[in-house]
């Protein structure tokens, strides 16, 4: 921030939270910069009437809509009632942390936000994108949800957001500070857009590294065979291809208290507690009756095995009743490390063959039932083999998980100077009425009202 300078002359605001305001800034209800929900679908509309909804899911923390669906009216969902148009902002009003707040642009006539967002209309004095980028930032954020009621859904009503106070300079500063914003963002966007393309080649590495390891082994030069399973086709020679009916066998026991560790399984991260997973979800008043797994114990989550939602587990606890538990047989015991097995069930391929071999009508509603996982077969190279391979995926992997965590606190901290710049230049902590460069047009945007 130091790259621009403060404003010369400042005074209190009014507002406790906002501080100081250039002198020449004025403060005001934002229903008086903007009007709040002025449009909305009438109930008597044509039901063949084809919409384009966007509803709170779709629109991100930096103000992107990521999807819109079309629909016909007597198909939308009943909150898919609020008219926009070009130079209005959307705002979410239930659950504000969110932060689901976009600028509508150049709409087809037939947009309409959900109810769950308020649709601000500014009036003739106030910059259409100032006005988005005065809601993006950090303060009016926190005025929202701190008038926000409701501790699972927050929510704040309409009447009570158009009551926040907003900070107005002249027109043509809000100009100003609109392109500067725009100008400066796109480059932090840019930035963030290079290293989450970073990281996607870094996870395209590592599953192709894990993929090629549990199914050729580590010996670049060994002879091979068909495995007889069509998504793995070739593997070692030397290595056994077994039934899992001869690995692994159900097991069923359940909790009397479901006072154990909850487990939870994804296809993201495997088999792992559920109280270390930053999540919101519904859980069950009691867990008595859930199934418990030992450490090693083959946990599969039977709705999104076809996802790849299954693992080895490390950890002794619980899971859903829904889930299938499966333990290796105790005379297969020295003949399997699990932690091979866990790298091998999750690699795109083999999930491939629990799709094969799971039923449903719909490809969403696919499950893995235990008659079909045994048929399922395991390519079985020796145990010390299995650990090798382990070992050798754990170093390399762990490597490029640190990278990976590197390259994400990079961007954690370009989340945050984007998030602070725009705070900056919206409430007058930086003076950037002459910081757009000269040979950035200004286009859309005048300095002069």
Known sequence: MTRWQPYPECKDSGVPWLGEIPEHWET?????????????????????????????GNVDSQGNILDIKELPFEKAPSRARRQVRDGDTIISTVRTYLTAIACIENPPENLIVSTGFAVL???????PKYLWRLAQSQGFVDAVVANSEGIGYPAITSTKLAELPVWVPTLSEQRAIAAFLDHQTAKIDALIAEQRHLIEHLQERRAALISHAVTKGLEPDAPTKHSGIPAIDRIPAHWRVRKNKRIFEEVNERSTTGEEELLTVSHITGVTPRSEKNVYMFLAESFEGYKICRPNDLIINTMWAWMGALGITEYAGIVSPSYHVYRLKKNRTPDYFPKYLDFLYRIPSYVCEITRHSKGIWSSRLRLYPDYFFEMCTPSPPFEEQRAIAA????????????????????????????????????????????????????????EP
């Open 28 to 56: 005001r209800r934002l229903k008086y910069a903007a009007e709040v929900d002025s449009d909305t679908l009438s109930e008597d509309t044509d039901p063949n009437y084809i919409l384009q909804y966007v509803d709170i």
């Open 121 to 127: 209309r500014p009036r003739p004095e106030i910059e």
């Open 392 to 447: 050798y995926l754990d170093r390399e992997t762990a490597k490029i998980d640190v990278l990976t965590a590197e390259i994400e606190t990079g961007i954690a901290h370009l989340d945050e100077y984007r998030t602070a710049l725009i705070s900056a230049a919206v409430t007058g902590k930086i003076d950037v009425r002459d910081a757009l460069p000269a040979d950035v047009p200004a286009q859309r945007y005048s300095t």
